[in-house]
């Protein structure tokens, strides 16, 4: 086996590290900054996450089949026997949680054409990675990949397994290939997962005797817990509870979980919404933190009762990362958006959470039946009007993985089980392209929101009015970490400008 590549903590040993060049997608191309706050670690040039051991599959993989392409090491149905296109160890390492990253793309999604019996789930399994402790010599975790987990022929996924182990030793990935499709593997990799903090119950309404849950995952010796509501510490409350004895601690293997009365830590919170930050830290530093943001009611319907005017419903996300301090750009432009006379606009902002985002908007759509309905997030530094919505919840597909705000996480799970593969927006996109650049905004459609919280939200929104004659969509407004008053003044326009291309003014609409 060759030398191992540690890349970004010392120098670049082998010529296995070289940059890729004949896929279609590199890296990450899908709209740049959109998942700036919550990447794991950062990207070196050749595309490696920095800190990671990085095995070329040409040069540091053992095979038992399969041959060199550009890029890395492949596997061709009629050319190559099913069997392991790459076999590596680590050097010895501690104990904890790891992730191992295979990336990987497949020459076709034809299953028929690759596949013996494309009916069979056999045929369709692309390849399998297998992790194992070896100084135990057991397996630790074992994950089948579909081909239809590539979506896109030609483009290189990221095929995350997150393993936990105690003890020393080197672990060791076994990359296997079914035979069925043209598949090629570029570069292992592995490294520590991120700590994190997960908070039950998820955010919404909050039961008067609701018990708080903290599961603190690989959380480190000693450890503290820090707590804050709408900025005001709730230390001092966590404390007296934990001296009353209202505070339990159950640890296992897996993860240590800290429950408490959730009322009685809130008590002297102000305010409709509740935000409450959990934070993990060790001597110098937090190494997890989670928000969630409650409520003792449901969000009120602002809509007048006549229902005389066109009622718009706009929604932005709360700020995240939930370790970070950022303003969220679609929040400020939807709180600093006036409005008009002819419209009845109600403005909701949302947690950046899976589930609890998604059920907000349907309780809101269900209860206050909005007419136009316009969700926001930040993406890049220009505007995108999104045009599609696709039917998968995962955010492993953010190299390494993306974990919500209250810190769930998903690989590859379907947001409606059964539902259609993609949803369009109901918005006229290019009319609204063409309305932005008319206030000079940089904008363009796009037809990839990524796979993350945005656009969760967006494939339940067009599945929630489905059966309607609702006008709904998403736009990704640009990404501004710390809104001045200039900022909020440019993103309400942005907003106005948007809302007056999908909603004429009365004055013009009878032209």
């Given at each position: 086996?060759?030398?191992?590549?540690?890349?970004?903590?010392?120098?670049?040993?082998?010529?296995?590290?070289g940059?890729?060049?004949?896929a279609?997608?590199?890296?990450?191309?899908r709209?740049?900054?959109l998942?700036?706050?919550?990447?794991?670690?950062?990207y070196?040039s050749d595309?490696?996450l920095?800190?990671?051991?990085?095995?070329?599959?040409?040069?540091?993989?053992?095979?038992d089949t399969?041959?060199?392409?550009?890029?890395?090491?492949?596997?061709?149905?009629?050319?190559?026997?099913a069997?392991t296109?790459?076999?590596v160890?680590?050097p010895?390492?501690?104990?904890?949680?790891f992730?191992?990253?295979?990336?990987?793309l497949?020459h076709?999604?034809?299953?028929a054409?690759d596949?013996d019996?494309?009916?069979?789930?056999?045929s369709?399994?692309?390849?399998?990675i297998?992790v194992r402790?070896?100084?135990?010599?057991?397996e630790?975790?074992?994950?089948?990949?579909?081909?239809?987990?590539f979506?896109?022929?030609m483009?290189?996924r990221?095929?995350?397994?997150?393993v936990?182990r105690?003890?020393?030793?080197?672990?060791?990935?076994n990359v296997?290939?079914?035979?069925h499709?043209?598949l090629?593997?570029?570069?292992?990799?592995?490294?520590?997962a991120k700590?994190?903090?997960l908070?039950?119950p998820r955010s919404?309404?909050l039961a008067?005797?609701?018990?708080?849950?903290?599961a603190l995952?690989?959380?480190?010796?000693?450890?503290?817990?820090?707590?804050d509501?709408?900025?005001?510490s709730l230390?001092?409350?966590?404390?007296?509870?934990?001296?009353?004895?209202k505070v339990?601690?159950?640890a296992t293997?897996?993860?240590?979980?800290?429950?408490?009365p959730?009322?009685?830590?809130?008590?002297?919170?102000?305010?409709?919404?509740?935000r409450?930050?959990?934070?993990?830290r060790?001597?110098?530093?937090?190494?997890?933190?989670?928000r969630?943001t409650?409520?003792?009611?449901?969000?009120?319907?602002t809509?007048a009762?006549e229902?005389k005017?066109?009622?718009?419903?706009l929604t932005?996300?709360?700020?995240?990362p939930?370790?970070?301090?950022s303003?969220n750009s679609?929040?400020q432009?939807v709180l600093?958006?006036?409005?008009?006379?002819?419209l009845?606009?109600?403005?909701v902002?949302?947690?950046?959470?899976?589930?609890?985002?998604?059920?907000?908007l349907r309780g809101?759509?269900?209860?206050?039946?909005p007419?136009?309905?316009?969700?926001f997030?930040?993406?890049?530094?220009?505007?995108?009007v999104?045009t599609?919505?696709?039917?998968?919840?995962?955010?492993f597909?953010?190299?390494g993985?993306?974990v919500?705000n209250?810190?769930?996480?998903f690989a590859?799970q379907?947001i409606?089980?059964?539902?259609?593969?993609?949803?369009?927006?109901?918005?006229?996109?290019q009319?609204?392209?063409s309305?932005?650049?008319?206030?000079?905004?940089q904008?363009?459609t796009?037809?990839?929101?990524g796979?993350?919280?945005?656009n969760?939200?967006?494939?339940?929104?067009?599945?929630e009015?489905?059966d309607?004659?609702?006008?709904?969509?998403?736009?990704?407004?640009?990404i501004?970490?710390?809104?001045?008053?200039?900022?909020?003044e440019?993103l309400?326009?942005?907003v106005s400008?948007?809302?007056?291309g999908?909603?004429?003014?009365?004055?013009?609409?009878?032209?």
């Amino acid at each position: 086996m060759g030398v191992v590549c540690w890349i970004g903590l010392y120098a670049a040993a082998s010529s296995g590290c070289g940059a890729p060049e004949a896929a279609r997608t590199r890296v990450d191309e899908r709209p740049d900054g959109l998942y700036s706050g919550l990447m794991d670690g950062k990207y070196d040039s050749d595309g490696h996450l920095i800190g990671a051991l990085t095995f070329d599959a040409r040069t540091q993989c053992e095979h038992d089949t399969g041959d060199s392409e550009a890029e890395g090491w492949a596997g061709r149905p009629g050319d190559h026997e099913a069997g392991t296109l790459c076999r590596v160890a680590t050097p010895e390492l501690g104990g904890g949680r790891f992730r191992v990253n295979v990336r990987a793309l497949v020459h076709s999604l034809d299953r028929a054409g690759d596949g013996d019996d494309a009916s069979s789930a056999e045929s369709s399994r692309a390849l399998t990675i297998v992790v194992r402790d070896a100084a135990a010599d057991r397996e630790l975790a074992r994950r089948i990949i579909d081909v239809s987990r590539f979506e896109t022929a030609m483009t290189y996924r990221n095929l995350v397994v997150e393993v936990s182990r105690r003890g020393l030793g080197p672990l060791e990935v076994n990359v296997e290939w079914s035979g069925h499709h043209a598949l090629r593997v570029e570069h292992v990799q592995v490294y520590r997962a991120k700590r994190r903090v997960l908070v039950e119950p998820r955010s919404g309404l909050l039961a008067a005797d609701a018990t708080l849950k903290l599961a603190l995952f690989d959380a480190p010796d000693g450890f503290e817990l820090r707590l804050d509501c709408n900025g005001k510490s709730l230390d001092e409350r966590f404390a007296t509870l934990e001296q009353d004895g209202k505070v339990t601690r159950d640890a296992t293997e897996a993860a240590t979980v800290v429950s408490l009365p959730a009322a009685e830590l809130l008590e002297g919170c102000e305010g409709d919404d509740l935000r409450l930050r959990v934070q993990v830290r060790n001597s110098y530093y937090a190494v997890a933190t989670a928000r969630v943001t409650y409520r003792s009611a449901q969000h009120p319907c602002t809509f007048a009762d006549e229902g005389k005017k066109p009622r718009v419903l706009l929604t932005g996300f709360e700020p995240f990362p939930a370790r970070g301090d950022s303003d969220n750009s679609s929040e400020q432009a939807v709180l600093a958006y006036q409005g008009r006379a002819d419209l009845d606009v109600m403005r909701v902002v949302l947690p950046v959470e899976w589930d609890s985002a998604a059920a907000t908007l349907r309780g809101l759509i269900d209860r206050c039946k909005p007419d136009v309905i316009v969700s926001f997030g930040q993406g890049r530094s220009q505007v995108d009007v999104e045009t599609t919505a696709y039917n998968s919840k995962d955010s492993f597909d953010i190299a390494g993985g993306a974990v919500d705000n209250r810190g769930m996480l998903f690989a590859g799970q379907p947001i409606v089980k059964d539902g259609a593969a993609t949803l369009s927006t109901r918005l006229p996109a290019q009319d609204l392209v063409s309305a932005l650049s008319g206030i000079g905004e940089q904008a363009s459609t796009s037809n990839d929101p990524g796979r993350y919280i945005c656009n969760n939200l967006f494939y339940e929104l067009m599945h929630e009015v489905a059966d309607s004659e609702r006008l709904a969509g998403f736009v990704h407004l640009p990404i501004v970490s710390n809104v001045d008053d200039d900022d909020r003044e440019r993103l309400a326009k942005i907003v106005s400008a948007i809302v007056d291309g999908i909603v004429p003014r009365r004055e013009e609409a009878g032209r």
